[in-house]
Structure formats: C-alpha cells, structure tokens
C-alpha cells in the first residue's frame, strides 16, 4: 500500500472514530500528559501508545489499569519504514514536551491515529507532579 492509500484510510476510519479517540483523551489527558513527562524525563522523547479497544465512551484511565504505555522515540526509529512511522517520527521530534504529548491510537483496523494534544491547563511537568504519588498511577513503557 502506497503513502496515498494510507492516507485514504486513515480519513476513512469509521464514522465518529476520531471524536471517540479526542473524547478519551480528554477526558484521560492529565494521566497521558503525566505519562509523557515521566517516560520524557526517564528516556527523551516518545509517545504514548493505546489500544483503541480502550477507547470507549466514558472510559476513564484509573484502578490501576494500564490503558496506554509511552515508547520512546529511540524505538519508534526501530521499527519498520511506513507511512504510520513517518507520522510518528514527524510528530515527536515536533512536539514541545513542556506543553505537549504525542498519542499513537491503535485502531481496530490495523490501523494507526496520532494526535499531538497540546495540554490546555495543565503542563505535563504539573500533571505529573501532582499524579506520581496516586496508587493508580503506574506507568507503563513498551518494550
């Protein structure tokens, strides 16, 4: 499949897929951007990975579950060239990880959604701060 056809299919994720991805992470976006910082302080720069199974209305990231781990940027120069990889690399060595996290939904599909969030209220130092202490707090990292 070319870098075209990629493209064709990511837009054409089933309908209301990207609200749903954009609904999780707000509603989750204080633990990634946390995650982000510590992975960020722990190893450079990186993205938080989920499983789009995850993602479901109202799904809110707590009890000590791992909806999500950071990978940083060394793996992500690990993995195989394509189209999903150049989003990735472009999108991580862009991203301000004073203000910003990068997330990398994996769909159902086989395929890949990345959103660079740009944190509105919180800093991902902050948020970090705030969370590493809470018991259900547990970051994750892929190996």
């Given at each position: 499949?070319?870098?075209?056809?990629?493209?064709?299919?990511?837009?054409?994720?089933?309908?209301?897929?990207?609200?749903?991805?954009?609904?999780?992470?707000?509603?989750?976006?204080?633990?990634?951007?946390?995650?982000?910082?510590?992975?960020?302080?722990?190893?450079?720069?990186?993205?938080?990975?989920?499983?789009?199974?995850n993602c479901?209305?109202?799904?809110?990231?707590?009890?000590?579950?791992?909806?999500?781990?950071?990978?940083?940027?060394?793996?992500?120069?690990?993995?195989?060239?394509?189209?999903?990889?150049?989003?990735?690399?472009?999108?991580?060595?862009?991203?301000?990880?004073?203000?910003?996290?990068?997330?990398?939904?994996?769909?159902?599909?086989?395929?890949?959604?990345?959103y660079r969030?740009?944190?509105?209220?919180?800093?991902?130092?902050?948020?970090?701060?705030?969370?590493?202490?809470?018991?259900?707090?547990?970051?994750?990292?892929?190996?």
């Amino acid at each position: 499949m070319n870098r075209a056809e990629q493209r064709r299919q990511q837009r054409e994720q089933r309908p209301g897929e990207a609200g749903l991805h954009k609904e999780f992470i707000a509603l989750n976006g204080k633990r990634m951007a946390a995650l982000a910082w510590h992975g960020f302080q722990r190893e450079g720069r990186g993205m938080i990975v989920v499983d789009a199974q995850n993602c479901v209305p109202g799904k809110r990231w707590e009890d000590g579950e791992s909806l999500g781990a950071f990978v940083p940027l060394s793996h992500v120069r690990k993995m195989p060239e394509s189209p999903p990889k150049q989003d990735a690399l472009r999108m991580i060595v862009a991203y301000d990880p004073t203000t910003d996290f990068v997330v990398n939904i994996l769909r159902t599909d086989g395929g890949a959604s990345f959103y660079r969030i740009t944190c509105p209220t919180t800093a991902p130092s902050e948020a970090y701060e705030q969370l590493k202490h809470s018991p259900d707090f547990q970051p994750q990292r892929l190996n």
